[in-house]
Nanobody, 130 residues
Framework: QVKVVESGGGLVQAGGSLRVSCTTS????????MAWFRQIPGKDREIVSG????????RYADSVKGRFTISRDNAKNTVTLQMNDLKPEDTAMYYC???????????????????????WGQGTRVTVSS
């Protein structure tokens, strides 16, 4: 059984930092691209950042470029999102997701659409106060 479990959310003041982590089990971690999405009530889930299976390629939403950093440790089956200079508009439920790599994609391909992801975590809440 595949499990995707997020941790590390919480409450922080604007300008502060948080690190959210995601650990998986039941899948071959380095066969999967990973990503963080976020969602607020009444809105669609949106991509925050993604990383390819090897960690050699990353993608970021324009709204978080320069502030957030995604990384992965394939030995520990973990992907981490370091969030700095947080803003109230970063407040959301953050979800970790796994997308199985395909031989039809380039090695540096990073999926960013929700339909490309096979497994999702339950989410961790991030609240940024002004």
């Amino acid at each position: 059984q595949v499990k995707v479990v997020e941790s590390g959310g919480g409450l922080v003041q604007a300008g502060g930092s948080l690190r959210v982590s995601c650990t998986t089990s039941g899948l071959t971690f380095d066969d999967y691209h990973m990503a963080w999405f976020r969602q607020i009530p009444g809105k669609d889930r949106e991509i925050v950042s993604g990383i390819n299976y090897s960690g050699s390629s990353t993608r970021y939403a324009d709204s978080v470029k320069g502030r957030f950093t995604i990384s992965r440790d394939n030995a520990k089956n973990t992907v981490t999102l370091q969030m700095n200079d947080l803003k109230p508009e970063d407040t959301a439920m953050y979800y970790c997701a796994a997308s199985e790599m395909s031989v039809y994609n380039e090695d540096d391909y990073v999926p960013t659409a929700t339909y490309e992801f096979n497994y999702w975590g339950q989410g961790t809440r991030v609240t940024v106060s002004s």
